[in-house]
């Protein structure tokens, strides 16, 4: 079955990064577009970024210039760089893809940022 397994969330004061790590298994990773979301308490999960398996990539505005997204085939794995982060990154972060019109999620990863 497909399993997403996200890491590399914790607690990190304003200014600073983390690197998310989602593995992916029960896919064809190289073919699935990666997609990252977040969700804050009392909000809506939003969408942060997304890679094509061409690497083609997109961001929502509020993480531009900030966070950046990537992949690697070889080890089923899409990353989730963020730098200078702000107590309004602070959210569960959740990985997400698509595999024969199913959606899936993993269980998120919690970043929390402090001011």
């Known amino acids: 079955q497909v399993q997403l397994v996200e890491s590399g969330g914790g607690l990190v004061q304003a200014g600073g990064s983390l690197r998310l790590s989602c593995a992916a298994s029960?896919?064809?990773?190289?073919?699935?577009?990666m997609g990252w979301y977040r969700q804050a308490p009392g909000k809506q999960r939003e969408l942060v970024t997304t890679?094509?398996?061409?690497?083609?990539?997109n961001y929502a505005d509020s993480v531009k210039g900030r966070f950046t997204v990537s992949r690697d085939n070889a080890k089923n794995t899409v990353y989730l760089h963020m730098n200078n982060l702000k107590p309004e990154d602070t959210a569960v972060y959740y990985c997400n893809t698509n595999s024969l019109g199913l959606e899936y999620w993993g269980r998120g990863t919690q970043v929390t940022v402090s001011s």
């Open positions: 029960g896919i064809v990773f190289r073919l699935n577009v």
């Open positions: 890679i094509t398996r061409n690497t083609v990539t």
